[in-house]
């Protein structure tokens, strides 16, 4: 087995990863749609926060939560990151998405090896990329980033006060039948991540999307990896960690570095005429100065 420090080492880079993962078209293409269909609006913010009390509560209530979040896990984890891989993720086309097959069953028939348990971690990352996206793409940016920040100090708070950690471990030990995958959390070599955790980095990604160029997304994935990766240093000193924090202290540190405006949503976004290989139109003023005159059927620009 991989030694606790490189397998929690592969999980956070893999956060990093996810960041990266939405496609900022797909996501602004998805928006609009939302947008006209009035499905978008602030409440969705509350989604980040909102899901990790109520599994506690629910956790702290009852043992058959966590068997219903397995296999809701077992079902829509490979439908989403088929999703990603199809149309929401990077570079996604249609025919990548049948890749959702070979992973779940190698994840199936080597769930004690790291192959396995490496395959079982990818479904789970892409279909974060894929909810991330979705939830980007119906939330206004500003309160997207304020359900990410309110997310990481939910659990920060839960983990603190020891209420997180009793519905976690229940939920780690349940098995599907037929010893089926276990994809409501991530396990890897001695390490064990939970699916919020790599959720906030998905929403992170999308939030990037909207809200900055491609390159401004890629950048921010590497600074969410070197955060994680330098978080769990904290590992030497305690036993559990929030793993959320350390996405939402990148984005708060990107917003707090560019200051000017940094969640401007469309900040040349994908429709600009140039992105799209369209020129707008000269002016007839522009034309005439040009020596090209005005257009046919247009009157001369009077000065």
């Keep these: 087995m991989l030694p606790f420090w490189l397998s929690i080492g592969v999980l956070s880079a893999l956060q990093g990863l996810i960041v990266a993962l939405p496609s900022r078209r797909a996501v602004m293409r998805l928006s609009t749609v939302l947008r006209r269909t009035r499905l978008s609006g602030r409440l969705w913010a509350t989604v980040p926060a909102g899901s990790i009390i109520l599994f506690v509560i629910a956790g702290i209530a009852t043992n058959v939560s ?17 999703l990603a891989l199809g149309w929401l993720g990077v570079g996604a086309r249609a025919g990548w998405m049948i890749a959702v097959g070979p992973l779940f069953a190698i994840a199936w028939a080597s769930q004690s090896n790291l192959a396995g348990q490496l395959a079982a971690v990818l479904l789970c990352a892409l279909s974060c990329a894929a909810l991330g996206a979705m939830l980007a793409a119906a939330t ?58 790599f959720f906030v980095a998905g929403l992170l990604g999308g939030l990037m999307t909207v809200t900055g160029s491609v390159a401004r997304q ?4 590497l600074l ?62 522009s ?17």
């Design 287 to 303: 034309r005439e100065r040009s020596g090209e005159g005005p257009r046919r059927g247009s009157a001369p620009v009077r000065r």
């Design 218 to 221: 890629r950048r921010v994935a």
């Design 224 to 285: 969410t990896a070197a955060f994680a990766v330098a978080f769990d240093l904290l590992f030497f000193a305690v036993r559990e960690l929030p793993a959320t924090v350390p996405v939402a202290s990148a984005m708060i540190a990107v917003l707090a570095f560019e200051r000017e405006r940094p969640l401007q949503v469309g900040r040349r976004g994908w429709w600009a005429p140039e992105r799209l290989g369209r020129r707008s139109a000269p002016s007839e003023l």
């Design 66 to 82: 966590a068997t219903v979040l397995t296999y809701v896990a077992l079902v829509g984890v490979p439908i989403s990151a088929a």
């Design 140 to 197: 206004p940016a500003r309160w997207l980033a304020i359900g990410i920040v309110a997310m990481a100090v939910a659990d920060a708070t839960l983990v603190s006060i020891d209420l997180l950690q009793r519905p976690n471990a229940v939920l780690n030990a349940v098995h599907p039948v037929a010893q089926l995958p276990r994809l409501q959390s991530e396990n890897f070599g001695s390490a064990v991540m939970g699916y919020g955790d």
